[in-house]
């Protein structure tokens, strides 16, 4: 299998501008060239919102228009997550858009209760692994960060993508956390996170990241707005994991899909 080349991209987001967020990260696609993925940050067209109502999508509006447009023209896959409605109720949804017009999505499951995300969207109640030229990716938004069970490998992903809206003042837990999560679970590991700030007084640092398997940086942002690729090898992976199997030693366990009341 091929590698697989991986694209972020780290820098501000204007407060519930959508307009002025797609011409922002337009002229960062613009920028890439030979990459197979571009991964956006959370909530990208707008910072993380809790006024759903004011500026929520759909899926035929005009951000997921202008995601797929990118995805046809520059051949890749764009990924990033969106304030999505769904007839009477608001979820968190991180939306990929594949080169052929294909759309599939991942509603966040782990919403930010410190935030009060939880009284303005609804949890999902599936994972989401995406396919790209063979390669098995895991999509989780922000807080599902904190939570390693969701995020537990269970040989069904190589590469799993983190996007964010995480503040200053949890730096640290970022930083910590993203590594631990390549780990234990013998993974690439792809983290977006915003630069900035918001109105409410909230501040991002970045440190977006791509990570491999040991969970060591193959590319770091910092506090930096920043374009960075890197390509995933899949053989080194392999070997690695031949070589070092503790997935064989994993404890067993199930997670229950059950559909989440609200």
């Not at 501008?17 to 613009?30: K, L, M, S, T, V």
């Not at 799993?160 to 679970?185: H, K, M």
């Amino acid at each position: 299998m091929r590698d697989l080349n991986v694209t972020l991209i780290q820098d501000e987001i204007s407060w519930q501008d959508p307009a002025a967020n797609r011409r922002r990260y337009q002229g960062h696609i613009e920028s890439v060239s030979n990459t197979d993925l571009i991964v956006l940050p959370e909530m990208f067209s707008t910072g993380f919102s809790m006024q759903p109502r004011e500026k929520f999508e759909t899926m035929e509006g005009k951000t997921v228009a202008w995601m797929l447009e990118n995805a046809r023209k520059h051949g890749v896959v764009l990924t990033g997550s969106l304030i999505m409605k769904l007839q009477d109720r608001f979820v968190n949804r991180m939306i990929w858009a594949t080169p052929d017009g294909e759309l599939r999505w991942y509603d966040k499951r782990h919403l930010f209760r410190f935030s009060g995300e939880h009284h303005h969207y609804h949890a999902g109640n599936r994972r989401a692994v995406f396919e790209i030229n063979g390669w098995r990716v895991a999509v989780f938004i922000c807080y599902d960060l904190r939570f390693p069970v969701w995020s537990r490998n269970r040989d069904d992903y190589d590469v799993g993508i983190y996007v964010a809206n995480w503040p200053s003042p949890r730096q640290y837990a970022w930083d910590s956390l993203l590594p631990a999560r390549a780990i234990e679970n013998q993974v690439y590991v792809v983290a977006v996170n915003r630069l900035g700030s918001n109105p409410l007084g909230d501040e991002y640092s970045g440190g977006s990241v791509i990570l491999d398997y040991l969970g060591q940086p193959m590319e770091n942002c910092r506090a930096t707005r920043m374009v960075a690729s890197a390509d995933l090898s899949f053989q080194a992976l392999e070997d690695f994991r031949a070589h070092f199997p503790a997935a064989l030693d994993r404890d067993d366990f199930a997670i229950h899909n059950a559909e989440i009341p609200g």
